[in-house]
C-alpha cells in the first residue's frame, strides 16, 4: 500500500521567498507524479504532471523534481505571493490510483 | 471544453436515505475515478471506471456502495442506507483513453456530503 507523507504540514513566508515542500512516498512502482493545489472547500487544480522516466518538470515559477528510486519528490515555487496560499498535494499514480498524503499547508503573508 | 462536472455540489441526507452522486467527465475522457475526503483526511481512492466497465473497486466499501459508468450519461457513485460516517466530500476525476499511466488526471469540484 502506498503511503505518502508530505513535509512540513503546514508553513507560513513572507511574500518573495521561494517555497521548498517536500513529499516521500514508499512505492517506488509507480506511473507518474502529479502535484494539485487545493483551496479550502474546493476541488484540486492539477499543477504539474511529472513522469516516472523524467527527473524535472518546470510550468512558469514552479519546478518539480523526481527521485522515483528513493520515492521522494520536491516542489519548488519561486517568488511567493499571497495568491499561492493553499494545500499543496503530491500524488503518485500507481495501481490503478493516485494516492495522497494530508499536503503541505502555505500561507503567504503579504 | 468545460471541465469535470459534479452534481450536487452539496447533499444533504438523514441516515437511512439514499445518496447519488454523479459526474460527467472531460469531454473526450473515457475514464473516471472516484475518491473520498473525510475531514482532516487526504483523499482516498474509492473506484476506477470505463465507459461500462468497474476496473477497480478495492478502495470502495463492501456494502452500500456501488458506481457506475454507463455508455451514455454521466458516471454514479451511490451510497445506500448512509450513516454519518459517509459525511465526506467526494471528488471525481477524469482522464483520457489512455488511462492515468502517462495523463493529467482532472478532478471536479466534488460533492459534499452532510448526514444528519
Known amino acids: 500500500k502506498q503511503e505518502v507523507t508530505q513535509i512540513p504540514a503546514a508553513l507560513s513566508v513572507p511574500e518573495g521567498e521561494n517555497l521548498v515542500l517536500n513529499c516521500s512516498f514508499t512505492d517506488s512502482a509507480i506511473y507518474n507524479l502529479q502535484w494539485f493545489r487545493q483551496d479550502p472547500g474546493k476541488g484540486l487544480t492539477s499543477l504539474l504532471l511529472?513522469?516516472?522516466?523524467?527527473r524535472e518538470q518546470t510550468s512558469g515559477r514552479l519546478n518539480a523534481s523526481l527521485d522515483k528510486s528513493s520515492g521522494r519528490s520536491t516542489l519548488y515555487i519561486a517568488a511567493s505571493q499571497p495568491g499561492d496560499s493553499a494545500t499543496y498535494l503530491c500524488a503518485p499514480y500507481g495501481n490503478n490510483r493516485l494516492a495522497f498524503g494530508k499536503g503541505n499547508q502555505v500561507v503567504v503573508i503579504p | 471544453n468545460a471541465g469535470v462536472m459534479q452534481n450536487p455540489r452539496h447533499l444533504v441526507r438523514r441516515r437511512g436515505q439514499e445518496a447519488r452522486l454523479r459526474c460527467s467527465p472531460m469531454?473526450?475522457?473515457?475514464?473516471v475515478y472516484w475518491y473520498r475526503q473525510l475531514p482532516e483526511e487526504g483523499l482516498k481512492f474509492m473506484v476506477y471506471l470505463q465507459k461500462e466497465n468497474i476496473i477497480d473497486e478495492s478502495g470502495m466499501p463492501k456494502e452500500r456502495f456501488s458506481a457506475e459508468f454507463p455508455k451514455e450519461g454521466p458516471s454514479i457513485l451511490r451510497i445506500q442506507q448512509v450513516v454519518r460516517g459517509d459525511s465526506a466530500a467526494y471528488f471525481c476525476?477524469?482522464?483520457?483513453?489512455?488511462?492515468?499511466?502517462?495523463?493529467?488526471?482532472?478532478f471536479g469540484p466534488g460533492t459534499r456530503l452532510t448526514v444528519l
Open positions: 469531454k473526450g475522457h473515457s475514464h
Open positions: 476525476a477524469s482522464s483520457p483513453p489512455s488511462g492515468g499511466l502517462t495523463d493529467t488526471q482532472y
Open positions: 511529472i513522469q516516472s522516466s523524467q
